[in-house]
């Protein structure tokens, strides 16, 4: 009896192990990034960088690292894949911009936060242009980056829109037109000179024109 009963903690630790064992197992797996992942972050980085249109299926595959059979099981083709990854590049930013909007007190502060956003994005290394502007660049008529830009611009002008309804102001559809110009003057000038200043001047006009 009395070995018996000893033996009992013993089993009650290895089952212990193996349950541990097993959970960080699942958490490695639940980590690791699908064939889909892979191919939306290669394309992400080839198409951002290099262009859409300069970069073939086989280098996406190829950074992905993964069999050439998992891009035509996640995507149609790379119609389809350029959707995704215009798709992903657009829901990042609405996410930067709202988290900034958010944090401003105002219909005033929450515009000027937008511009913020902008320089926050401008200062990154990374940068080298929206990725719309240069996709609509290369886009063949009725390509899926006219849609995806199309959506895109919709977005831009719907939340400066929605901004400036929120103020004491005659004409708040005129305002948010001249505010979409600064913007996307800023964008410009921040890609053609390599400076993130632009965001700082395109915010001080904004601030004018919301003034006036």
Not at 109 to 122: C, H, N, Q, R, T
Not at 154 to 161: I, N, T, V
Not at 170 to 191: F, K, M, R, S, T
Request: proline residues 4%; charged residues 25%.
């Amino acid at each position: 009896m009395v070995g018996h009963s000893r033996s009992r903690p013993r089993a009650s630790i290895i089952l212990d192990r193996s349950v541990c064992y097993d959970r960080d197992m699942v958490a490695q797996l639940e980590k690791k990034p699908s064939p889909r992942q892979k191919l939306l972050a290669a394309a992400d980085e080839l198409f951002y960088n290099e262009g859409i249109h300069a970069v073939g299926i086989d280098r996406v595959i190829e950074r992905a690292g993964v069999a050439r059979g998992s891009l035509y099981y996640n995507f149609s083709g790379k119609d389809d894949l350029i959707k995704e990854y215009l798709l992903g590049r657009h829901a990042r930013w609405t996410g930067r911009v709202d988290e900034r909007v958010a944090k401003a007190n105002g219909p005033a502060e929450k515009i000027l936060a937008v511009f913020d956003a902008l320089g926050a994005l401008f200062a990154e290394p990374s940068y080298r242009g929206c990725a719309f502007v240069n996709a609509i660049a290369e886009a063949k008529v009725d390509g899926p980056e006219t849609h995806a830009a199309a959506h895109f611009r919709s977005w831009l002008h719907a939340l400066f829109g929605d901004l400036t309804a929120e103020l004491p102001v005659e004409n708040p559809l005129e305002l948010a037109d001249q505010l979409v110009i600064l913007y996307d003057g800023a964008v410009a000038g921040a890609q053609m000179d390599s400076s993130p200043k632009a965001a700082a001047t395109a915010k001080t006009l904004a601030s004018m024109i919301i003034g006036a």
